[in-house]
């Protein structure tokens, strides 16, 4: 079950790349952005200070110094690259607790299969993705895993999207 992918990362790269005190200022990066591409600068600012509260802070670090020392250029040609490199911020295996806790709530809806299953599977799927949650603060994900237990076993659809957001991820993603 993908119900983590709902979100786009992708659109998290443009505005959580704001720092705290320690690294760049979100109008550093957001004046970067908006040289770089305009369109998708939008309102930086807003986002910036809300995705803030909610990243590590070694992450915020890692994006915002990687946007800030990169070409325009180079930028464009690979947008992922500064969450890439941010991803390396990302402590060992502190998605796993996060994936178990989703599993847990999986399997006692389905009454089917073990959590080293479910775990495997969500990581062979999630890829890449599924680990960019350790982006987030351990409260966050804490918050997320405890809205998502909380949900009705038919209302699983979609849960994770809803707890996302109820635990201060509500981000706007960008139309394709």
Do not use: H, W
Request: aromatic letters at 6%.
């Amino acid at each position: 079950m993908k119900v983590f992918l709902s979100i786009s990362f992708i659109s998290i790269l443009f505005v959580s790349a704001c720092s705290s005190d320690n690294g760049p200022s979100c109008d550093e990066v957001c004046a970067k952005i908006q040289e770089c591409n305009p369109d998708d600068a939008g309102d930086c600012l807003d986002q910036c200070a809300s995705v803030k509260n909610i990243m590590r802070e070694s992450v915020y670090n890692s994006m915002g110094n990687c946007y800030l020392d990169m070409s325009c250029d180079a930028l464009n040609a690979d947008d992922n690259v500064c969450m890439v490199n941010a991803m390396s911020e990302i402590p060992d295996g502190v998605v796993d607790g996060f994936i178990g806790d989703l599993c847990d709530k999986m399997i006692s809806c389905a009454a089917t299969g073990t959590k080293d299953e479910c775990v495997s599977k969500m990581k062979e799927e999630g890829g890449d993705s599924i680990q960019m949650a350790g982006m987030f603060k351990d409260s966050i994900l804490d918050c997320t895993s405890e809205c998502f237990a909380a949900k009705d076993c038919s209302a699983l659809d979609g849960a994770m999207e809803d707890c996302m957001k109820q635990c201060g991820m509500n981000f706007k993603v960008p139309d394709d």
